[in-house]
């Protein structure tokens, strides 16, 4: 097999020339997984740092929710001193520290606030989509056509983009929320996730070169 492919690379006839054409669709046609899982990520990446439309979502809802919180607490308060004032003309004694705050609680509905939109850096400005997207599709396809084997780039790409999606972005987003509203334990945990990733692809890159060596090595063994 090896030798057909570089008899057909050496050839100059115009069939050669064909089957080259196929081979580099193929090659091209292989590597989407890869170039749309690393494209969404430095898309993110880049309209977090221009436009922080993630974690200034997340603060916003946030900051929201404690706020209608409040006013349904003051508002559930007012209405139980009625009662209250109430219950002093009558002479009787009222202890706080015994009152059931059960059906005041009841009153107030925890709205969560919604999950960012995913998709969220398809609102950016068409000239930086487009821009960002045809520049990485370009460096992928030029390392497809010059660089004789892409599973390292394709794997480093991958392992990185897999721990920034997934352990990452999530916890350093969950750590902007908490700036001003301290959780130890939501932080600590955060902050877990944000360096188990950071180590996890490091260890998983580590692992990418390791594999490509190693498979270089055995192809020099056996005369390849």
């Not at 009787?92 to 107030?108: H, N, P, Q, Y």
């Not at 580590?206 to 594999?211: A, E, N």
Request: glycine share 4%.
């Amino acid at each position: 097999r090896r030798t057909y492919l570089k008899t057909v690379v050496s050839d100059k006839s115009a069939f050669a020339y064909v089957l080259q054409s196929i081979f580099l669709l193929v090659s091209i046609m292989a590597i989407p997984p890869n170039f749309f899982i690393g494209k969404e990520a430095v898309l993110i990446i880049f309209d977090e740092i221009t436009r922080r439309s993630y974690s200034q979502h997340n603060t916003r809802m946030l900051r929201r929710k404690i706020k209608a919180d409040k006013k349904k607490l003051i508002k559930t308060i007012n209405n139980s001193e009625p009662s209250m004032s109430s219950s002093r003309d009558d002479g009787s004694i009222v202890d706080v520290g015994s009152m059931d705050l059960t059906e005041a609680s009841t009153d107030i509905e925890i709205v969560l606030p919604p999950e960012p939109d995913p998709c969220e850096y398809m609102t950016m400005r068409p000239v930086f989509y487009y821009t960002i997207v045809l520049s990485l599709h370009a460096l992928t396809t030029f390392l497809a056509i010059y660089v004789g084997d892409i599973a390292l780039f394709t794997g480093v790409i991958g392992a990185t983009t897999g721990c920034f999606i997934t352990f990452i972005a999530p916890g350093s987003f969950y750590i902007i929320c908490l700036k001003k509203n301290r959780l130890e334990a939501q932080a600590i945990a955060a902050w877990f996730f944000v360096f188990f990733g950071i180590f996890a692809s490091i260890g998983l890159n580590v692992c990418v070169i390791l594999s490509q060596v190693w498979s270089d090595h055995y192809k020099e063994e056996d005369g390849f």
